[in-house]
């Protein structure tokens, strides 16, 4: 696993470029929101996800597993190893890739389903998530499954898994509430440097560290499609931190930003737009003014 990641990382970053707006999954709790105060300290969890694939010999090329617990551990959970041991959380579910669509002989696209289901030693189920990816052909031509791949890990429910678990778990914050959190906070890091695969052949990397790794370089899609995720669920709540994400050192997720007013159609923002589309310094931005400014000025029908 390890010796995959070392090359599996840059390879997936790479494989799609543009990424649908739709964040694919479902959020179903299982008792009442009432009872997530009650269980605020819980802290210790232990993770039961099994893990499947159609590819020959069922060989993946990331660990699930790990990567959720490395996204637990992230955000302070205690991991407990062995399900004897005591803890108040259990995390339990399936990461499966099914074969999809043919898009040519003998070459399939695969779809990711992850399904992970919180549970409270006393309490019972708490929550629910279904993520699931889908390959898509692009004008890049990369392989179906490096599509899936990428689309799954910059899915926000998982991007944010750990932090989902967090914040519903310790503050009774639902997922949105969760994305918005996490969206000012990563702009305060965004400029730092992400940490980058080494250059000695001869080094391995461990594998939560490598999913660390991940985490960070994915930061800037799972932003952009976080933004799409408001827009499809029709949640203004973004609004107010939209001019803060035309700071964010990614073009696109400025693009993103500047498309989302259109999107929610704040005619407040237009000052903002005009001055974007005659001073930004990336063309990409100030064509996505232009065509907002157009958008949010044309008559209505």
């Known amino acids: 696993m390890n010796a995959y990641m070392q090359w599996v990382l840059p390879l997936v970053m790479a494989a799609c470029v543009l990424v649908c707006d739709q964040a694919a999954a479902q959020v179903r709790y299982l008792t009442d929101r009432n009872v997530f105060p009650s269980i605020s300290t819980a802290n210790?969890?232990?993770?039961?996800?099994?893990?499947?694939?159609?590819?020959?010999?069922?060989?993946?090329?990331?660990?699930?597993?790990?990567?959720?617990?490395?996204?637990l551990i992230a955000v302070g959970f205690e991991i407990v190893r062995e399900k004897t041991h005591p803890h108040a959380l259990t995390?339990?579910?399936?990461?499966?890739?099914?074969?999809?669509?043919?898009?040519?002989?003998?070459?399939?696209g695969t779809v990711l389903t992850g399904t992970f289901r919180i549970e409270h030693h006393e309490k019972g189920p708490l929550f629910e998530m279904t993520i699931q990816e889908r390959a898509v052909l692009t004008p890049s031509g990369t392989l179906p499954y490096l599509d899936s791949l990428h689309n799954f890990l910059t899915n926000p429910y998982y991007h944010f898994l750990g932090?989902?678990?967090?914040?519903?778990?310790?503050?009774?914050?639902?997922?949105?509430?969760?994305?918005?959190?996490e969206l000012h906070a990563n702009l305060a890091h965004a400029y730092d440097v992400a940490p980058q695969l080494s250059d000695n052949p001869e080094w391995i990397p461990e594998g939560i560290h490598s999913m660390q790794q991940?985490?960070?370089?994915?930061?800037p899609v799972a932003a952009r499609r976080t933004i799409g995720e408001f827009v499809q669920a029709e949640d203004n709540s973004i609004v107010y931190l939209l001019p803060d994400l035309l700071d964010h050192p990614d073009?696109?997720?400025?693009?993103?930003?500047?498309?989302?007013?259109?999107?929610?159609?704040?005619?407040?923002?237009?000052p903002l737009l005009r001055?974007?589309?005659?001073?930004?310094?990336?063309?990409?931005?100030?064509?996505?003014?232009?065509?907002?400014?157009?958008?949010?000025?044309?008559?209505?029908?």
């Open 163 to 181: 932090e989902i678990v967090d914040g519903q778990i310790h503050r009774n914050q639902d997922a949105h509430a969760v994305f918005l959190k």
């Open 275 to 301: 001055d974007l589309e005659k001073n930004a310094k990336e063309v990409e931005v100030r064509n996505a003014a232009s065509a907002t400014i157009s958008r949010l000025t044309q008559p209505s029908p």
């Open 214 to 219: 991940a985490h960070t370089l994915y930061e």
């Open 44 to 71: 210790t969890i232990y993770v039961d996800v099994q893990a499947s694939s159609w590819k020959p010999r069922g060989r993946l090329l990331w660990d699930p597993p790990a990567d959720i617990r490395a996204k």
């Open 251 to 270: 073009v696109y997720v400025k693009v993103r930003s500047v498309q989302a007013f259109g999107d929610f159609g704040v005619t407040e923002a237009l």
């Open 91 to 108: 995390l339990t579910g399936s990461y499966e890739e099914t074969r999809g669509r043919q898009f040519g002989i003998n070459r399939y």
